[in-house]
């Protein structure tokens, strides 16, 4: 079966350091991948989404990047975080079946 | 890329059905609609998709107008656990965007 982890499940990161977080999908080749967030109270808004390995599409200019070093791996960063930039983060991949499975998510606090 | 309207809120009594609607008056031929639901604190969940024939899974039942402008998303018997926001979506299948708007905050009162 199918399946999507996410990690960590909470972070809280100061103004101006890195950011990692990392995505993996099991079960599925050559997923669509995603990054969304969501401010609190707000909307899903998509950041990135990836077709295949190397293949990034931004959605927003922004503090962040992303990556796909391998087929089922997708990677959210940034070099130095903003305060703006506190959220919940989530991955998601669709296959032939189009439609979408998310991860439990990343809530991410900045301080 | 607003696509789709939905209302901003309603309210369910526990164990009624729950009738969800959305319009997509601008919908092409090749695109589907698709409903996810949000549980607070929790990533999306799939609930079921339909391009123009009406549709009944597990979740729900979907019922998409003929000219399909516009559908309902019906949950048979509400529980208290189905309170969460609810997102109506067209897209082709094709189309790897997936985009969501600002989706119906249902609240089911026992």
Known sequence: ?111 | DAKTTQPTSMDCAEGRAANLPCNHSTISGNEYVYWYRQIHSQGPQYIIHGLKNNETNEMASLIITEDRKSSTLILPHATLRDTAVYYCIVRVQSDYKLSFGAGTTVTVRA
């Open chain 1, 1 to 111: 079966s199918q399946t999507i982890h996410q990690w960590p499940a909470t972070l809280v990161q100061p103004v101006g350091s890195p950011l990692s977080l990392e995505c993996t999908v099991e079960g599925t080749s050559n997923p669509n991948l995603y990054w969304y967030r969501q401010a609190a109270g707000r909307g899903l808004q998509l950041l990135f989404y990836s077709v295949g390995i190397g293949q990034i599409s931004s959605e927003v200019p922004q503090n962040l990047s992303a990556s796909r070093p391998q087929d089922r791996q997708f990677i959210l960063s940034s070099k130095k975080l903003l305060l703006s930039d506190s959220g919940f983060y989530l991955c998601a991949y669709s296959g032939g079946q189009a439609e979408a499975f998310f991860g439990q998510g990343t809530r991410l606090t900045v301080v």
